[in-house]
C-alpha cells in the first residue's frame, strides 16, 4: 500500500526540482491545482493511472515514487522550464518513457546474457 503523505512529498519536491508549479501539473493531469495541493500535503490520492502519468513526466517509476532517496532524471531535470505548454509536458513524459523503457531492457539484456 502506497504511503499517501510520502508519495504526496516527493511529487512536491520533484516539482518543484523540475520547476513546474501546482497549477502546470494539474493542467497536466487534467485535474484542479487544489487536488495537487492535497496530494502533496497527504490529504488526497491520485489513480494509478495519474501516477504513471506523473512518473513519465519526472522520469522515474511509480515505484520510485516511495523510495527514501528520489530525483529526477537528468532527462527530466535538461527540459526545465518555467513556461512550458500542455503539449510540452506530454512530449517530456513519452522521451523518458521511452528513455525508462531502454533502461528496464538493457538491464533485462544484461541479466539474459550473465
Known amino acids: 500500500m502506497m504511503n499517501e ?3 504526496g512529498e ?5 516539482r518543484d526540482k523540475m520547476g513546474f508549479s501546482q497549477t502546470s501539473i494539474a ?24 501516477l504513471e502519468k506523473l512518473a513519465c513526466l519526472f522520469g522515474i517509476s511509480v515505484n520510485d515514487m516511495e523510495s527514501n532517496v528520489i530525483e529526477a532524471s537528468e532527462l527530466s531535470v535538461a527540459f526545465r522550464a518555467n513556461d512550458l505548454t500542455n503539449e510540452d509536458m506530454e512530449t517530456i513524459s513519452v522521451i ?12 533485462l539484456l544484461k541479466e539474459a546474457n550473465e
Open 27 to 50: 493542467r497536466f493531469l487534467n485535474v484542479d491545482q487544489s487536488l495537487i495541493s492535497k496530494v502533496e500535503k497527504g490529504e488526497r490520492t491520485l489513480s494509478a493511472d495519474m
Open 5 to 7: 503523505k510520502f508519495i
Open 96 to 107: 523518458n518513457r521511452i528513455a525508462l523503457n531502454s533502461e528496464v531492457m538493457g538491464k
Open 10 to 14: 516527493n511529487i512536491k519536491a520533484l
